[in-house]
């Protein structure tokens, strides 16, 4: 599996990791995992969707959101663990959590846009268990945040 290859096959490089701006760090490495907290929608230092689904935000925003959490989740694993995305075994699990009004309930196709990527980026080893979670709000009015686990090699 060429991970630079499949990068490169989907349009994406990776940007740098976003530094912590709060009292975290933004990867733990521990018992062979690399624990990646939560990322926001960013490109280019600026939010790619803002606001709420249900409430202007559509669900193919909030995928495209998704998917650029998960390209940052991406990058925070190649700045911060040793031998970066070649490192990586399995994607375990993602959480995503979705800024939405309450009858908003396609929460799991916003989700894809993370999901979909980690199989395309890893194939096999990019399916994953899964939590997606409906929230009030989100920092700094971001639409989706997306955290993740992964097995190392």
């Known amino acids: ?3 630079r290859a499949r990068l490169a096959e ?3 490089t990776l940007p740098p990791a976003a530094k912590a701006v709060a009292n975290y760090v933004p990867v733990v490495v521990a018992g062979g995992m690399a624990i990646v907290s939560g990322q926001l929608p960013l490109a280019g230092g600026k939010l ?3 606001g709420k689904l249900g409430d202007g935000v559509t669900v ?3 995928t495209a959101a998704a998917r650029a959490c998960f390209i940052n989740v991406l990058a925070q694993i190649e700045a911060h663990v040793e031998g970066g995305l ?3 075994a399995q994607v375990v699990r993602l959480g995503g959590f979705i800024a939405a009004t309450a009858d908003f309930a396609e929460h799991a ?3 894809n846009g993370a999901s979909d990527l980690a199989v395309a980026i890893f194939g ?3 399916r994953h268990a899964r939590s ?3 929230v009030a709000s989100l920092p700094l009015n971001a639409a989706v945040e997306v955290e993740g686990m992964f097995l190392l090699r």
């Open 109 to 111: 196709k916003v989700m």
């Open 132 to 134: 997606t979670v409906g």
């Open 10 to 12: 989907n349009g994406i």
């Open 60 to 62: 193919e925003d909030g």
């Open 86 to 88: 070649d490192a990586v």
């Open 48 to 50: 790619v969707v803002t």
């Open 1 to 3: 599996m060429d991970i």
């Open 124 to 126: 096999e080893a990019g």
